[in-house]
């Protein structure tokens, strides 16, 4: 809801009860108190701007969904995806609307880099939340100051644009505007690596771990959403291991971890086998040669049992076709909950997505060659599980 004594050329938006205690909620997976003061910024200040953005862009949705805490826990900033245009949003407490100050994360990190940057100022006591200003990444990168002592790029406020309206009449009719300038690649890390830093800066005693090793290595680490999931984890003692690489050719050769069960022969517990008893493989996925069905355990009780099925059927020696579906476990034939299934290729890259609350199942279907990577991310509430396949 806008204020009626907004400045028209700023947003003012609510803050209710509800949404406060929302925030709260989002907010307490995180390792830390400041962590959590700052995830509970961030949620208040995407919640708000992504409703009132969605009044005029249905479409609008926050990057990585239940996945933000995991960015929240390490350094501060949102963003939502119009489309092919993303908002970074730069929420903060302060008095001063000064400048508009960005972590490099935002700015030197290619997955993201976003379009625009708004800046964001959240007063939770007087309930409100206010949009004062943005830039572009172009004007950030080439125009900021960049402190290398905190890590972060800043414009002052007479470098910004202060009206939004300009913002809404650029992304609607400049749709080809040119908001970003050119980003040099982050480096690829070995798995050695990962683990090494994972282990070093897992220990939530360390403030500011962005701070502890050199950008490259650290943007690259939070680039890959397993990686940071698992960082994440373990800053916050959950311990998450990583998976192993499922590597599909095995499956070819009749190889099969014992995760991995024939749908025809999979026997589950009778308490949570009903929905399964009359599934015929053929019925679920005719099209491939080789079907396989792993339960994913997203909570701690069988209603957070889903099953991830890959089906494979090989095109010639170097290509096979696959689909993947993600079906409920147990007497629901629907998923209890919001279910988001990601499919992320070898970099970490997002090649699809969906959601689902009342569907019986999620489906993707794509090809690859033989020795390509891929991820299947599976999120449910606040738990996320990553499976990584090679072909």
Not at 97 to 123: H, I
Not at 216 to 240: F, K, N, P, T, V
Not at 316 to 345: H, K, Y
Request: net charge negative; with cysteine.
């Amino acid at each position: 809801m806008m204020f009626i004594f907004a400045d028209p050329m700023e947003w003012w938006l609510e803050l209710s009860p509800t949404a406060q205690a929302e925030a709260v909620r989002q907010s307490q997976s995180c390792s830390t108190p400041a962590s959590r003061q700052r995830a509970y910024l961030n949620a208040l200040g995407l919640n708000a701007v992504l409703a009132w953005i969605r009044a005029d862009v249905p479409r609008a949705s926050p990057w990585l969904g239940s996945m933000m805490p995991t960015i929240w826990d390490l350094v501060n900033g949102a963003a939502i995806a119009l489309g092919s245009v993303r908002l970074v949003l730069m929420p903060t407490e302060a008095i001063d609307d000064g400048e508009l100050e960005v972590p490099q994360e935002w700015v030197d990190s290619p997955s993201w880099a976003g379009d625009y940057y708004l800046a964001v100022q959240v007063k939770p006591e007087s309930g409100w939340v206010r949009v004062w200003g943005y830039t572009t990444h172009e004007e950030l990168k080439l125009s900021g100051d960049y402190d290398p002592s905190d890590r972060t790029y800043s414009l002052t406020s007479d470098q910004l644009t202060l009206d939004l309206n300009a913002f809404w009449a650029t992304y609607q009719f400049c749709g080809a505007a040119q908001t970003r300038t050119e980003i040099a690649p982050l480096p690829d890390l070995s798995d050695t690596q990962v683990d090494n830093l994972i282990q070093r800066l897992g220990d939530p005693a360390i403030a500011f771990p962005r701070l502890a090793v050199p950008f490259s290595l650290w943007g690259a680490l939070l680039a890959r959403d397993d990686w940071r999931q698992a960082l994440y984890s373990r800053r916050c003692g959950l311990e998450q291991a990583r998976s192993a690489v499922v590597r599909l050719s095995d499956w070819l050769q009749g190889q099969f971890a014992v995760t991995w069960q024939a749908v025809d022969a999979m026997i589950l517990p009778t308490q949570v086998a009903p929905a399964w008893r009359n599934i015929d493989e053929a019925e679920i996925a005719p099209e491939y040669a080789i079907n396989r069905v792993k339960v994913l355990e997203l909570g701690e009780s069988g209603e957070s049992e889903i099953a991830l099925l890959i089906g494979m059927t090989p095109i010639n020696n170097t290509q096979v076709n696959l689909g993947l579906s993600i079906c409920p476990v147990g007497e629901n034939t629907t998923f209890l909950q919001e279910v988001q299934v990601r499919l992320l290729d070898g970099d970490g890259a997002e090649v699809g997505q969906a959601r689902a609350t009342i569907t019986e199942t999620i489906q993707f279907q794509f090809s690859g060659q033989v020795g390509e990577q891929f991820r299947v991310e599976v999120a449910m509430g606040d738990r996320t599980l990553t499976e990584p396949f090679e072909i």
